[in-house]
């Protein structure tokens, strides 16, 4: 048995698709439940964020996490294959009519991911202070709260639909399978033949 914590929202969708596609069998959810057992696997529902959390501390063998969370996260972890869903750029954004100015001292940076936001900054030898928010990052420009964002981008519509523009893209992101590694040793067979499957399935997507 296997037990694979998903992100709530449209990839656990996604994954659950995948799955379903890969054993040719229905996987769902019951209304707020949130766990669903088969006979091979446990499947999990927790939030996004939280996922590398389950799968560090063993409650789940695997996930399926965004590469922007396991980056924030740096946790130790195995990164086992891109499922390529959920695809998206973590991005600078800043108000249409502002540019970045390289010389300014310090730049205010309104974001959920501050580790990536630190590190990006500091490779470009710029000072920040970041300020951490939780959601709605793209109205901080637009009041006064920082003089840029750093955020997931998707379509680009939110930022469009509010005076924003990309100013930089630091990383592209999909949805990856990971293991714990404690459980990738101890079921190395299962895992192995989980991810062999999966992989026939996805590998013709882009
Ligand atoms: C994410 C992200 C952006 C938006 C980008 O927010 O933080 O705000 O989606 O998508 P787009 O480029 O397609 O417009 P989410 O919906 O997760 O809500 P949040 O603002 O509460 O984080």
Avoid at 27 to 34: G, I, M, V
Avoid at 75 to 94: P, Y
Wanted: proline share 2%; aromatic share 6%.
């Amino acid at each position: 048995m296997l037990t694979i914590a998903l992100p709530k929202g449209r990839i656990a969708k996604d994954t659950l698709d995948i799955f379903e596609k890969t054993f040719n069998q229905k996987f769902e959810f019951e209304d707020r439940k949130l766990i669903l057992e088969s006979k091979d696997f446990k499947f999990l529902l927790v939030r996004n964020q939280d996922v590398p959390e389950y799968v560090l501390h063993q409650a789940a063998d695997l996930g399926v996490v965004g590469l922007d969370v396991l980056y924030e996260k740096e946790f130790d972890l195995m990164k086992l294959l891109d499922l390529k869903i959920g695809k998206c750029r973590v991005c600078v954004g800043m108000k249409n009519e502002d540019s970045l100015d390289p010389n300014s001292p310090t730049i205010t940076v309104a974001t959920k991911m501050v580790n990536i936001t630190k590190k990006h900054f500091s490779q470009k030898a710029m000072a920040v202070k970041i300020i951490k928010l939780y959601g709605s990052i793209e109205l901080a420009p637009l009041v006064g709260l920082s003089d840029a964002i750093v955020d997931l981008v998707e379509t680009g519509d939110t930022m469009r639909q509010n005076g924003l523009k990309v100013t930089e893209t630091i990383m592209h992101s999909s949805a990856h399978l990971i293991a714990n590694k404690n459980s990738f040793i101890e079921k190395k067979q299962d895992i192995l033949s989980l991810y062999q499957k999966i992989n026939d399935i996805i590998k013709n997507k882009d």
